[in-house]
């Protein structure tokens, strides 16, 4: 008798409850985008981008944090039978051909498109469509780093005067990282890669799951150098009127990325998906070129003047999506096998 | 007279189906993930994981900081165990209080205080800089090592203290004043005759204290970085969420359950076969003051027991006024963080999520106290009145608290992928989880109250012809009004700040206070995770004031 008091009860009590939650989370369902944790995050363009896309459109967007690169790939992977996301934001092209794979994404032939210039169209059919690309490269805090003492090779990062002075990224989570892991393939080769990357733990002061964390800890101060891209510079000098973090430029070559935007297959909302890659592509170039610092796919965006301090490197490097889609695992594994050593 | 222990018997069939259900399907789950492959038992998971060098690593790395752990735990609070078993000073209530702190604060939060405390530009190196005229930070100990040692020596180390002064005060004199007075000097009276006997002590401190640290989460998450620094329970974490393998995730969490029930077995024996039957006795302390050396120690110590426990707190709090135009521009006071946290800003990125899981905390924070204290209620009655079997349903009570809180998310995080529950479930399966997590905390509260209530007040109600349903509504839980408002609010103290089975059974759009605060202090907003970070102190504080003020009038 008792009993049945209690479990109506706690009934009672979880039903008044629970739909209390719906409160502190969404009030009806809007269009839901996946984005890598910088996009949304405190230095990102997705509160600007997202606010002039609701001001023009009408449409509610919600933008979520899925972690890094890698990390929401594997989520978005994951939840494929009954997905949140409408719109994903981020899936670079070294990490493409696992998306395809999977089947995620449905193709769309934007009418933007053609404002892209030929060599970012990473995937010919159109399933991810370039929104900005950029180049990998170190960044240092000029007050800490001497001129004379700034590296000028990968191979320069591993002298004993940078013990403990790099912040990396985790290639098995992170895109930034991965890029990183496929530049240091490039320059030494299958040979040498691990070489250098067993000289890294006594350089790295951490490696961090993320390119946010990493960002944050450098310009903490808690470390002189960072994994990062060429055009890091421009948010400093925009934001900031700052220019004591300057992008290395390594005569050897920089790894180069391009970001891809993709509509689901499993979205209900396809329409309003398309509307916001079309403003994806198209308006919100300038402030994803000036936030995310990246640069901007769509040709007719127009530089601020800040991508002046954005050091363009001679030699861009890139790595087939099928090789790497090859070869990942086992380089991911050899990768772990060393750094846990 | 005799149907009132049916009717307490009854009692306790409701909260074991709960909590056998809250607890043993996870696990079930869990074990079945990990072993089975298409329908048949496999060992396949568990051997390729222990033969693989990687993993073997971090089984090693996790054994490694745990000891090391330990140890640096044991050189910290063994002298505070001595300090408080011998001497009589004014302030020594105020460091055992103290000493209560770590138990009551969630990981995440020491985590935040450490990187704010010990970091190259946290607070003390900021404070040596500028005393000593440095360019460079002094103490370089945050991403390192030792930095996860010092945060577990941290948490620990008034483990050891309490448990060790506890046993040590309740030492007879006797046998000491007898050593002495047949010539043995005072350091070997203390190595031959009272050490032996605060051994059995000291050992069940160092392995309770492995035992959290092999464990241990958000410390090794946050401080921890790269493969060299990981350990079993983070692997587990990362292979679940990160790299989406909840069964690779499962072999490693047999293992670590294993580990662990070893360790717990071997800590059960070693209780058994160790103590000593001694009668506990007030220890009087010695009268004569101590020489002015050792006064200076011991004041050095509480100084230093002082500044370690309030310094990463006192950060937190301080850093959560403190607003910033840009990264590189001057600190101000401010509010500008609380007000983003109530909403009364709009504020970009991690922090714009805080105000619903403030909302989102609270709420679960309630229901998990609600049922936990409901739960803990009814099987201790039983336990205490129904007089059969009872020690075995209080072990199982206890169970959770072996059970790593990783692998209790894991477990949920299986029961999620049976039936994909929508964001409205998710929360729901959280709450179920707390409640778990929580539900030997409030036992261990609740039981004693029941304990020390006379049986003779419910045969006196039974007489005067009260049914055991109404003496137990309107005599029992009156008098243990005091004792559930403590499980409660430590209930709710506890959900609040839980965690680690947070994260793993978080999606993205989970949000909680101590899951937005690990975002925060991944994008680097210390700021807005101080002013997280502020509000558990305050319910910590909260609780384990309460908690204090429970044990000085227990019913």
């Not at chain 2, 496999?42 to 990687?54: E, G, H, M, N, Q």
């Not at chain 2, 922090?351 to 409901?374: D, E, K, R």
């Not at chain 2, 964001?423 to 029941?450: D, E, M, S």
Request: hydrophobic residues 45%; glycine residues 8%.
């Amino acid at each position: 008798m008792k009993m049945h008091r209690f479990v109506l009860g706690v009934c009672i009590t979880l039903t008044i409850a629970f739909p209390l939650f719906s409160m502190g989370t969404q009030k009806e369902r809007p269009l839901t985008v996946y984005a890598y944790d910088s996009f949304s995050g405190d230095w990102g363009p997705g509160e600007e981008v997202v606010s002039s896309f609701e001001a023009k459109h009408g449409i509610p967007v919600r933008v979520i944090s899925a972690g890094d690169g890698l990390e929401m790939l594997t989520k978005v992977i994951a939840e494929k039978d009954r997905p949140y996301a409408d719109v994903v934001i981020g899936i670079s092209d070294e990490m493409a051909t696992k998306a395809y794979r999977a089947d995620l994404f449905e193709p769309y032939h934007s009418p933007i498109l053609s404002e892209i210039p030929e060599f970012l169209h990473f995937d010919p059919e159109h399933r991810l469509l370039p929104f900005d690309y950029g180049n990998f490269a170190f960044i240092i805090d000029s007050e800490r780093i001497p001129e004379e003492d700034r590296p000028k090779s990968l191979a320069d990062l591993t002298h004993p005067r940078f013990r403990k002075s790099l912040i990396l990224i985790d290639p098995r989570t992170s895109s930034v990282g991965l890029g990183l892991l496929l530049w240091t393939i490039r320059i030494f080769g299958e040979e040498g890669w691990l070489d250098w990357w067993e000289a890294m733990k006594d350089q790295a002061l951490t490696i961090t799951d993320g390119w946010s964390s990493a960002y944050g800890l450098f310009t903490e101060g808690e470390a002189p150098i960072v994994l990062s891209y060429t055009t890091s510079p421009v948010y400093h000098y925009t934001y900031e009127g700052s220019t004591r973090y300057q992008a290395l430029i390594f005569d050897e070559g920089h790894q180069t990325t391009i970001e891809g935007v993709g509509m689901l297959r499993s979205s209900s909302r396809k329409e309003e998906a398309k509307l916001f890659i079309d403003f994806l592509l198209g308006e919100a170039q300038l402030p994803i070129a000036m936030a995310n610092s990246m640069y901007p796919a769509n040709g007719n965006t127009p530089l601020s003047e800040g991508f002046a301090y954005a050091p363009k490197p001679k030699v861009s490097l890139r790595m087939a999506s099928e090789v790497i889609e090859k070869n990942l695992d086992r380089w991911l594994h050899e990768w772990t096998e060393v750094m846990s050593r | 007279m005799k149907d009132y222990r049916r009717f307490y018997r009854q009692k306790s069939i409701g909260p074991l189906i709960i909590l056998f259900s809250l607890f043993i399907l996870p696990l079930a789950l869990t074990i079945r993930s990990g072993l089975w492959e298409e329908g048949s038992f496999t060992v396949k998971r568990i051997v390729s994981a222990l033969i693989d060098p990687y993993t073997q690593r971090i089984l090693l790395f996790t054994l490694k900081q745990a000891l090391y752990s330990t140890l640096a735990s044991l050189v910290i609070g063994l002298p505070g165990a001595y300090i408080l078993a011998t001497y009589s000073f004014r302030g020594k209530k105020l460091i055992r209080a103290l000493a209560t702190i770590p138990f009551v604060l969630p990981s995440i939060l020491v985590v935040l205080g450490f990187v704010i405390f010990f970091g190259n530009t946290g607070t003390l190196n900021t404070i040596l800089m500028k005393v000593f005229d440095l360019d460079d930070p002094p103490v370089k100990i945050l991403y390192s090592f030792a930095a996860i040692i010092l945060a577990h020596a941290f948490y620990n180390f008034p483990i050891v203290m309490s448990i060790v002064a506890t046993a040590w005060e309740g030492l007879d004199t006797k046998l000491e004043a007898a050593a002495a007075t047949l010539g043995s000097s005072p350091r070997k009276v203390l190595r031959t005759i009272t050490l032996p006997r605060l051994f059995p002590s000291i050992i069940s401190a160092a392995v309770l204290v492995f035992l959290f640290c092999f464990n241990s989460f958000a410390i090794i998450l946050v401080l921890g970085g790269g493969p060299r620094f990981t350990t079993l329970e983070v692997e587990i974490y990362r292979q679940a969420r990160m790299m989406g393998d909840p069964s690779g995730a499962s072999a490693l969490a047999i293992v670590s359950l294993l580990i662990n029930g070893i360790l717990f077995f071997g800590y059960a024996l070693g209780q058994r076969k160790l103590t000593v039957a001694e009668p506990m006795v007030e220890r009087a302390f010695e009268e004569r003051r101590p020489t002015p050396i050792r006064t200076f120690f011991i004041l050095l110590y509480s100084l230093f027991t002082i500044l370690f426990l309030l310094g990463p707190i006192l950060a937190v709090l301080s850093r959560s006024f403190i607003g910033s135009a840009s990264r590189a521009g001057e600190a101000t006071f401010s509010i500008t963080w609380y007000r983003q946290l109530l909403g009364l800003e709009r504020p970009p990125g991690h922090m714009s999520s805080a105000l619903a899981a403030l909302i989102n905390s609270t709420l679960i924070g309630v229901a998990v106290s609600i049922l936990t204290v409901t739960l803990a209620l009814l099987l201790s009655v039983s336990i205490v009145r129904r007089n059969k079997s009872s020690s075995a349903l209080e072990l199982f009570g206890m169970l959770p608290m072996m059970t790593s809180s990783v692998i209790i998310g894991l477990g949920y995080v299986l029961i999620a992928r049976l039936f994909r529950p929508s964001l409205f479930g998710t929360y729901l399966l959280i709450t179920l989880a707390h409640t778990v997590i929580a539900f030997p905390f409030a036992l261990r509260t609740i039981l004693p109250g029941v304990r020390s209530l006379p049986e003779a007040y419910l045969h006196a109600s039974y007489t005067l012809g009260f049914s055991p349903g109404k003496t137990f509504r309107t005599i029992e839980i009156p008098l243990l009004r005091r004792t559930l408002l403590t499980a409660a609010i430590f209930s709710f103290a506890l959900s609040l700040g839980e965690f680690n089975a947070t994260l793993i059974l978080s999606g993205s759009q989970v949000v909680t206070l101590p899951v937005v605060m690990y975002r925060l202090i991944g994008s680097y907003h210390f700021q807005g995770a101080c002013a997280l970070g502020s509000i558990l102190i305050i319910t910590s504080g909260l609780a384990f004031f309460l908690g204090e003020v429970a044990k000085g009038d227990s019913v």
